[in-house]
């Protein structure tokens, strides 16, 4: 196939990957509408699956995932049951059509498909879709469905309309091995933030709204809390590596600098002090739960504003994902000798 | 001195009143070196960390300052005397982190020893009563209670924790701990933070940086005075520096004919040749974006580059006024540039141009216009002046600018002040006598940073410690578990078991290593299968 073929099916895919996504999403607003308009279901009721009978006292464990015990099941149950299913099947689907978008498009470009803001964000939603899609039984997210699915399609759909780039060559400081380390720890990181900062947001409309309808199926607050903190611990050391490992070797050899407060390391290096200070937040008396939750939310609006806000309203920035720039930096000390 | 002399000394500094500044200075370490004050602190930073990404800072981008400090003008000395056009090495950002750091070391080096005794410490004894802690089950179980405790201190000590060794009298429990790398974990990572620092102002301190155009063809040799610019750190000698030269021997470019990037260039490749020493061996290297090349401590880059027309002025009196290639600043990416030419010695008549530098220039309906970068129809175009160009009072002056204070402009017939516009070959000849000006050719010219930067090898230790530390801390979980057994009353025997686990992290999901340890304490599988 030639690159313009691969191209061309890279923008299919993502267009029916849009479309998938779309569908699960459906498929999780009408597994939720039938939760809501379900009585009695206590909210964040853990049934743990397999609770043996022996087992006394306070075994909390994270659940809060599909019903998977019909038992006194009416019609509605049942229906909650069968979109759940249906939305994780779509969205699985949708997740593999997304990745056949990434390969092709980096097949199109004969480079890892991160080069420009298009790309990241292309990467950067599909990663996001595959945690969770990954984590899914690991950490019981089925009540974050509607959230992820919803998030990633928007982007996707940012992505295409305003975002969108033809493939090109690489500017040239961006052509070098380490694109691939490091953007793709980058996108990862943001990828996983990107799931704490929904996790985050959860726990404080549940703390705000504790009996709100449409958080009935979502955990009780405790296991909220620590599902955030585990993605965060996940997601923490690989911005990590990204920003203060990766970053500043590639820097160095790009820019001959490997740390100048050019604005988008700042705001990296902002967003990983916010991330800090969530961490001890958990640890500290006083900040633990809404309060670490709030800066978690700050710390995904840092990321965030970092990825869009300064590559659109910094002039000054070096990285040059937003637009086709000078390739190489200006002259701009002008000398005083005569 | 006795020690009888020392007693009512003693006892003089036991009073309260005298006690009081040092309890104040007790408290306010305590304040310092808390949990709290190092979150605050941390928020602090990251806050203090926002000025300098919207305004523009001196060291990254001084023209931009520059820019900026014209355009807001009463803004601009009270942003002076705040420090924000130099944010990351102002007074008020070096006293966060430096208090950060200083809470930071009052933190973890007490709970340095705090962790090395609780690393050598058996894991401790059963709580009297295990229910009470907020993880805990009960079974029942056929078998006899040292059989299960013996059971019991098997699993554990399988699945990596460390069991409270045996007492001399007979036992009712088994403590089991494991994750103790955890606490080494978080003091390596916080301690590296420190290494960082010190790696990070060891850069800065001893580093230097330095910037210097070289027109193709020419030689650098690295000395202070050779530089167009240069940024020091305040503890540089120039003794560092070292006695190498570099010779640009060509430069290729390669550009985007079509595509989203059209226009664009990349593949830069400045080809050099240098000595590493006076009188050494040359050798040559192909720099590159990405490729920098180092000598000895020495890191050299390419950071820049563009066009330097060939123009020779000559004066009235038929003499080279000026001549060689002359480097014009590039104003964007299509590379129009723009520079000046002083030929202050011309005789009869001082003479200076200031002008464009078209690499692909055209003309579209009587407007001139750049196409892009690529050199393909090179065209100068300069106004002309005359008169005093102060370059004779001893002033010095940049060479990209015309002071035009006393200087008067060359007329044209139309009655504007004249232009000349010149292809390679062409001369144009000047009125009033003054002199001609030949366009001959065209050069590239590079721009070659110049940097020293020690420390970076322990910061770059630093950081990858400090992430080694990091992942200890975030996902060594560090337990303790507890299984008690008590003899049954019933008249079959067996016993009551009573196991609990506690996370110490705050982070584990506690129940799950609570069922897998119940799990682990059955004797038949075939039990466990009935049951789920
Ligand atoms: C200045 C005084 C500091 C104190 C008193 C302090 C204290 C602590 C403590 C006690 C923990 C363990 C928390 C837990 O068990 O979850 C911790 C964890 C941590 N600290 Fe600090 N720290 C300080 C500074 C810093 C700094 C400057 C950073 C770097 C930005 C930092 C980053 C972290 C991280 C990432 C963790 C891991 C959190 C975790 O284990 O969950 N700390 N800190």
Redesign the interface.
Known sequence: MTNASWEALSNQAVAACGIVYFLALVAHLVEWSAVIGKRQRVAGSAESAGSRTAVGGGVALATGGPAATPGDAGERTHRVALFARLGILLTTIAVVVHLVALVSRGLAADRVPWGNMYEFTLAGTFVVAGLYVVLYRKLALAWMAPLVVGFVTVMLMIAVIWLYEGVAPLTEALNSPWLVIHVMAAILATGAFTLGGITSAVYLAKARWPHAQVLARTPALPVLDRVSYRIHAFAFPVWTFAVLITGPIWAHQAWSAYWSWDPKEVWAFITWVVYAAYLHARATAGWKGRNAALLALVGVATLWFNFIGINYFSSTSQHSYAAPQLAVVQVVDTPSMS | MSKLDTLPEQAVERRPGELRPRELARWAWRQLTS??T??IL??L??LA??P??VI??E??????ATRWKDAHETLTPIYEKLGLFH??TSVWFAAIYLLLMISLVGCILPRTFHYVRAIRAEPPAAPSNL?RL???????SADAPDVVLARASTVLKRKGYRVRAAGPGPEDSVSAERGYLREVGNLVFHLSVLV?LVG?ALGGLFGY?G?V?LVVGNTFSNNLTQY??FDPGSLFSASQMEDFDITVKDFDVEW?QD???QG?????NAGLTYHETQGGPEKSYDLR????LSIGDT?L??????YAPVLTVRDGEGNVASSGPVVF??Q??DFFSVGVVKAPFAQPQEIALEGFFYPFFANVDGNPVNVMGDDLNPVVSMQVWTGDLG?KDGV??????LDKSKATKVMADNGRQLRIDLAPGQTVTLPDGLGTVSFESVVPWN?L?V?Q?PG?RI??TG??L??VG??GS??LRPRRVWVRVRRADGPAGGSLVEVAALDRS????V??V??KV?DALQPVPADEKE??
Request: proline share 6%.
């Open positions: 949990m709290r190092a979150l941390l928020l930073l990251a960390a926002v300098g990404s523009p800072q060291r990254s981008d001084s023209l931009d944010v990351y229910t907020p993880d805990h089950a009960s079974y029942s960082v990070f940086r910037g155009i167009d610019d985007l595509g989203p990037r664009m260039a990349r593949g830069f974006v990405n490729h920098p890191d880059f390419l950071i820049g580059h563009g600043l590039p964007g990416p370059l010095s002056q940049s060479v990209y600018l721009r940073q940097s930067t970076t910061a770059l950081v990858v400090a992430l990091l992942l975030l996902f705050g982070g584990g999901d129940g799950v609570l069922s119940v049951k789920s």
